[in-house]
């Protein structure tokens, strides 16, 4: 199972207030639950919670997790919480904002060790979607490492 991780979606920032963002992560959300995927809610500490729309899904689903991280990229307390509960994926999930800061970081950071899919239909920054940004960093990114870890879907 592919593990989802949702960078982000607190009502601090203005980008994770919208709601056709939220629609389709919630989307995502129901898949990782019917396919029994790991879902982790990683969360800029200091900013609140993820919104309660996306959490109230995940009650009663065992496999979900928060994961509190400092900086723009979370990848090394997500590393560190696959390794508390023994998860040991190939393959990620990522969505979440703010597209052009956290979510790119940390994809960024994860591609290190695992390939690494951006849904761009489920990131958002400030009030639009920035996916150029996005397909020219991870263009950019892939050609530093001569690999492919960083993959785009919609």
């Not at 963002?21 to 989307?27: D, K, V």
């Not at 029994?36 to 990683?42: H, K, L, P």
């Not at 290190?112 to 849904?119: D, G, P, Y």
């Amino acid at each position: 199972m592919i593990p989802l991780l949702v960078i982000d979606m607190q009502p601090s920032f203005s980008a994770s207030d919208d709601k056709e963002l939220q629609n389709n992560i919630a989307y995502q959300i129901s898949l990782a639950k019917r396919r029994g995927a790991w879902i982790f809610f990683v969360e800029y500490s200091d900013s609140g919670k993820t919104h309660k729309y996306l959490t109230r899904l995940t009650e009663g689903y065992e496999k979900v997790r928060r994961v509190k991280k400092h900086h723009d990229d979370g990848s090394k307390e997500i590393k560190r919480a696959f390794k508390r509960i023994r998860v040991e994926p190939q393959v990620l999930k990522i969505c979440g904002v703010n597209t052009d800061c956290c979510v790119i970081n940390t994809a960024k950071g994860l591609a290190t060790h695992f390939k690494v899919l951006i849904m761009l239909t489920c990131c958002g920054t400030g009030n639009y979607r920035r996916e150029s940004y996005v397909v020219d960093a991870v263009k950019l990114s892939n050609e530093k490492r001569k690999n492919q870890n960083l993959v785009l879907t919609p």
